[in-house]
């Protein structure tokens, strides 16, 4: 909405509203542009010489780079934060683009909502922060991006919180939504290492020093934020093993379920269906003769044949006890 | 089916049915080829010095690419439309042909069918559109190659589109057509990056500004092209990691199906089955003997049976329910 | 079996028996070796100053290559050929060695049997074909290796017909042969891929012009068979996926199929055993007591627990038939 | 917790609790700060112009690497030992960082705690170590390297001792907690890869002795102990396929119970329901007619029935111990 | 346990108890230290300014590599046998190492115990080879180097063998026997993988003519052997194809079975449960009353239900014949 501007030397800032002012004074200036009108954009981009293309890169939304240009370097961030539905998760990463437009004693930076990173160093400034007067606008800049790479890892840290919550899930609940979730973490992990990989190579452009525009003792600040994103990747890598690791004990737990519901049938079967056969002889209607069933005469062959079937019942119970299916 | 002409300067620009004519013109010459015969196809190589083995190449349809050859760059790309057969997804990316030969001031495109992106430009051409007047013939060539990315991204809505339905039928429908849909998605996204992988690499080679018939100041546009294509290649890869959890899904409730299919034949066996035997138990034709089944006797002997029956019934009702099998 | 010599220049084509002879004549000369004994193989080694190494190569049937020696290049190609087992596929290409030895004014072609490609183009050669006389051996070679990669697709074709047929397999017949036709097909495809990629990088070597035998007329042509070979590997990624998804299908509908073999198995035990267990009921011996089943003295009593048994059956069949497992 | 020095020369060695008087002393220097405060660190990097980023390196704990500063190469390794919970695998290792500053003629060590291979060293050196004394500070650091090295084979083996635990109980327990063990020692495997690699790398760039205070005869060295990482990484890779087919036989041996239970329940069901349904057929109360169950009134009815019911249970018995249902 | 020298020069070859005084011979000198003490080791090290590192290397059996030193180049390489445990393959590959140093006119050849390769070259060279005479220590380095890799092809015929032997099983036999025998194949294929891969490189290096004492001539040799070892990574690859195709049909088998088995029980229960509901209808025992099942008192009433039974039976199996599941 607004397009600020803050000079800055080795002892004094101040703010101007005008571009033309800040510049004019010793020191650096930052133009900070936050959801500026085409209009107000193209008087930035005119005062400074930034290419139209850039401009329309920060619009577009494409992936994390750093570009030299003559007169400037320019690079394109990602903030990230976690959508976030109602009740399910998303598996979608919210990222806003950033873009820093580094000059040799000018920084501009460009997006269209307010960026947190950038908004806190911005106020650091104006308190007179020492990490910022006399720093340079390429010293800047490196904050800005430390600022932008640290709030990468508290959306990890959700991520992870996540995870453990899957991890939880799995073994007792075997329904279609575990897997869901499972899922939808894995798509954040994949969605998080696609904004972390690129913005690693564009630091890593800066922090070899190829850019003019940053000094060689700044090189090693954004070696810094390097180190720092190529952790990130790591712990992604290792988020989405445990993902992958919650994954598979969640498919092998259907499957051990299956396996004791089998058994439980298969039990239940052998014991009964041989007893209703037992009982279903006994209840055939042979003529009377000595040789047809005489059990039926007998006078103690009703609990005879009772007991029977429970010795069987009782030898059945526990061979299944034993081989582990009761 | 013709060879149409265009010159055009700074300023002005001019339809000619004549090659020759057209050249003699100061500034910029564009002929377009659609269909031509191979006798047209002879003679439009001939008077730009043509390789005979570039118009083979888009006849063939190989892989886009960008090779330089003396005198001229030529750049092979091509379109992308989904093939849709009547009821079922084809899995196929139908795609046509453009070959962009870029001279110093001249640019031929050649191409078997109308090319809607080449269609477009050629009548803002014609109608003095500033971004063609006075650029030259490299950012024509620009203005072409973008209008094709632009299409791409048309592909991946509707493919982003069959995801969708496919996501809402694994849940629901366990059949071999779901499985066949899933499938035939990932075709064509693999397919679609086999497109986007060689596009991407031939624009970049523009990008990097090799060839000299491509100005420092179109190169910029060109590295835009190529930052879009990134972004359709970073696409085709969620659509594909969004594919895949899909068919885990889908085999997923497969498995999740027999699970509860197996249980409720448990229930059922178990629950039955020993009523059964009970059932049986009484239809046993022992002698009368005090000893032989005086239940028989009782007056009240079959509304106690049952009354245990249902007890038992319960029972395993209840029991099951806790255990989430019913 | 011979060796045969053949001198073109512009014009004129002749052959002749001895080597020697054909390289004194004007021009340039073709030797062609197949099925040469030691001491030919011998006699050509020595004439075109050709390393032992490279004739071992040949006959080790070492994967395709380019190397450069002094004095002449070396290409080692391979045809394929799908190899049939009476009534099985056999998952194996059947590779040919064909060594091409180029020389600034020389071609020696070395193979142990007859090689198409090589057979065609002699004689097109012998015909005058104005393709060959007055092109060079460069130009011949590249002739040879563009029948040889040509005939390549032959072989594709044959393997995306078996993959029709397997897939048409996949639904219908759930037997572990359907599984091995699929694995065989794959094998094919892994044993094609690896003829295919040492033949590109090999013709890329070529199409990059670094051998000096290789004129920069004749790299084009060379750029051309690599683009068609980089078709071919592409081709190959494509049908290994359809294999891949064949598989899928294959495994998923045996899933399927277990799975309504369970649903089937539980409707009928669903429906069936309450039904015995109400027929048991009423077999079973209580004594006469207006207590003990007094539906049994009923006079519609039979008709009522038939009608009973009829509802409970028809609506356990409407249930399942909605629920989709009838 | 201090922070100590050692001057050592050819012959001599001697402990200094002054940094800079054992720098005033001939031949190298080493400190070891353990622990160190805030302030003491401080005065370590004054004393040797060390940057505070590198500092902030080992607190942060940011992966293996090897750095070069203006006077000194930084190089940050990580001890490795296993995370042990009380009853489980934590599928973690736990790294401490190591910070190594080498310059031409002294090293520093960095620890948050005590680090057993850098202790042992120390002591060594104390003890008059002929490996150590006027070797210099790029030999002294090759020692710690080497220590913790080796150290990492501990770590291996210990994973190797799980992963063979883990293989005898994947084909006789087929519950849970055996894929979790699985699990868990892939993680540790995974983890471990992640400490290997990067410090592979970062001692690579030692032995290539690209950092000017590594010696040309130290190199040699540093090779060693890279060849050592390499057939770390490489052990690791191997242990990780081990753990991958102990997890594929543990899936596998459940499919084999769950098919096997299978078969019993329909060996069972296949003997007993057809004499059910035989003994049932007898219990029928047909009217007296000749045609009627003439069986009933043989005398010999009910042996004859039995018997054949033995015969059909032993002929079905054979026939399922043959197709080895049994 | 010795170390012996030998001399040769273009025409002559002698063999000595002593290194220096061979070393004083004109021509080459080769030293084949087998298993040699310390003490021996350490004077031949210092005979030739072998660096000790390397004598570790081979004791510590790291992955094989080519390394230069002054004066010499180092080629570490491991010969290859299958470890046969009593019953059951052990999946591991049996690896010796052989230390090869070349010097400009001297080989020393470095084994703890007798490599069947070195042995037989040295044999050849007493015998007065003509490949070895007059070659030079290079010529004879690679000959021990093809002696090596040759072997690899012996290793890998008796996997091949393995393979074919666990393809024959996975069909007829689904216990998890199978399924480990499997996995020890694809073991010992990945470890076969780990030496061919380096020994690949190794020889790579060599081929590529870097090292000095590798003589023009001599590189097309080693190119020889490393065109070899490319054909031997690809079979591996071919045979871990095979493997991985053996188990996927091994685990289908398990899946057609297990379906075959539920469809089995299906059929009995479809026949047999329907059958037994009927006998136990007619064995209900309802009042007489013309309404209550009139078909008992019918003359035909038995063979009539027996009848009715037989037709039912029939048609459902005729059906389940139909449906391939008899």
């Known amino acids: 909405m607004t397009v600020e501007s803050l000079a800055f030397s080795d002892e004094t800032v101040e703010t101007f509203r005008d571009m033309e002012t800040a510049r004019a004074e010793p020191g650096s200036v930052w133009v900070r542009a936050t959801g500026a009108t085409p209009v107000e954009l193209e008087r930035v981009a005119e005062e400074f010489g930034i290419h139209h293309l850039s401009v329309e890169d920060i619009r577009n939304g494409v992936r994390p780079k750093t570009e030299e240009f003559e007169g400037y370097t320019f690079v394109l961030l990602k903030t990230a934060g976690l959508a976030r539905g109602d009740t399910t998760f998303q598996g979608e990463i919210r990222a806003e683009s950033v873009g820093l437009f580094v000059g040799e004693d000018w920084l501009v930076t460009l997006s269209e909502h307010d960026i947190d990173a950038v908004e806190r160093i911005w106020r650091a400034a104006l308190d007179g922060d020492r990490r910022i007067l006399g720093r340079g606008a390429d010293f800047t800049a490196y904050r800005i991006c430390d600022g932008i790479v640290d709030s990468y890892?508290?959306?990890?840290?959700?991520?992870?919180?996540?995870?453990?919550?899957?991890?939880?899930?799995?073994?007792?609940?075997?329904?279609?939504?575990?897997?869901?979730?499972?899922?939808?973490?894995?798509?954040?992990?994949?969605?998080?290492?696609?904004?972390?990989?690129?913005?690693?190579?564009?630091?890593?452009?800066?922090?070899?020093?190829?850019?003019?525009?940053?000094?060689?003792?700044?090189?090693?600040?954004?070696?810094?934020?390097?180190?720092?994103?190529?952790q990130l990747v790591d712990l992604t890598e290792t988020y989405r093993d445990l993902a992958s690791g919650a994954r598979d004990i969640y498919l092998n737990s259907l499957s051990v379920s299956t396996n004791e519901v089998m058994k439980k049938l298969t039990v239940v079967a052998t014991i009964v269906l041989p007893l209703t056969f037992v009982v279903g002889l006994y209840g055939m209607n042979f003529a009377d003769s000595p040789y047809n069933m005489p059990e039926l005469g007998w006078t103690y062959g009703y609990p005879a044949v009772m007991l029977g079937m429970l010795l069987v019942t009782v030898v059945l119970v526990v061979y299944f006890r034993q081989e582990g299916w009761l």
Chains 1, 2, 3, 4, 5 share one sequence.
């Open 153 to 230: 890892f508290d959306v990890l840290d959700l991520i992870e919180d996540r995870i453990e919550e899957v991890e939880d899930a799995v073994i007792t609940e075997t329904d279609i939504e575990t897997l869901e979730s499972i899922n939808s973490v894995r798509r954040e992990l994949l969605s998080f290492r696609k904004l972390a990989w690129p913005t690693r190579e564009a630091v890593g452009y800066l922090a070899r020093g190829d850019p003019e525009e940053v000094r060689p003792e700044t090189e090693k600040y954004f070696r810094d934020v390097y180190d720092h994103l190529v």
